[in-house]
T-cell receptor, first 115, second 111 residues
Framework: DGGITQSPKYLFRKEGQNVTLSCEQN?????MYWYRQDPGQGLRLIYY???????QKGDIAEGYSVSREKKESFPLTVTSAQKNPTAFYLC??????????????FGEGSRLTVL | GQQVMQIPQYQHVQEGEDFTTYCNSS?????IQWYKQRPGGHPVFLIQ?????EVKKQKRLTFQFGEAKKNSSLHITATQTTDVGTYFC???????????FGKGTMLLVSP
């Protein structure tokens, strides 16, 4: 089955700890994205990558870091510098930015709770 | 930066009633997409509109893109309990930019 796999589904961490969320896709998409969703809020873009070994900051990149060493993988690290990390994190992919961007395919999300 | 506003934030209807959510952008959009997120789930793509004044239908769902390409709407005719969820619009400016999401409209349908 083609799709996006995020892990873990639920994660608890203590304040001051870094945590890495995994995102893997087998859709052969060029572009991958990380969004943050808070209750009653829309999706806010954290980072995105259009090609291997390249990525750009989104609207709320502070306190987060990413890497794109393989086309299939785009892990997100939530660092201790992120002041309010408790949220639902969604990874997505598509064929990349274009005059008319393609639909986003989302993973099932990772819910992070900081204790 | 680009802002996409969506109203209402929340709507509760009786099964069989109609429902509409509206999306307004502060800038002209090159395209707009609509997504549905079921409770506890992830967003799923519904449709994309790219042309000024475009209207598309999917069974009971009707999507419109405004003539000025700054607003859009999603109308559901005769809602069913399976329509429950949050509906998001997302738009991008011309020039290969990323999508900006509205905050969504949460729809609750009572049987």
């Amino acid at each position: 089955d083609g799709g996006i796999t995020q892990s873990p589904k639920y994660l608890f961490r203590k304040e001051g700890q870094n945590v890495t969320l995994s995102c893997e896709q087998n859709l052969n998409h060029d572009a991958m994205y990380w969004y943050r969703q808070d209750p009653g809020q829309g999706l806010r873009l954290i980072y995105y990558s259009q090609i291997v070994n390249d990525f750009q900051k989104g609207d709320i990149a502070e306190g987060y870091s990413v890497s794109r060493e393989k086309k299939e993988s785009f892990p997100l690290t939530v660092t201790s510098a992120q002041k309010n990390p408790t949220a639902f994190y969604l990874c997505a992919s598509n064929n990349g930015l274009a005059q008319t961007p393609g639909e986003l395919f989302f993973g099932e999300g990772s819910r992070l709770t900081v204790l | 930066g680009q802002q996409v506003m969506q109203i209402p934030q929340y709507q509760h209807v009786q099964e069989g009633e109609d429902f509409t959510t509206y999306c307004n952008s502060s800038t002209t959009l090159s395209n707009i997409q609509w997504y549905k997120q079921r409770p506890g789930g992830h967003p799923v793509f519904l449709i994309q509109l790219v042309k000024s004044g475009e209207v598309k239908k999917q069974k009971r769902l009707t999507f419109q893109f405004g003539e000025a390409k700054k607003n859009s709407s999603l109308h559901i005719t005769a809602t069913q309990t399976t329509d429950v969820g949050t509906y998001f619009c997302a738009g991008s400016n011309s020039g290969y930019s990323t999508l900006t999401f509205g905050k969504g409209t949460m729809l609750l349908v009572s049987p």
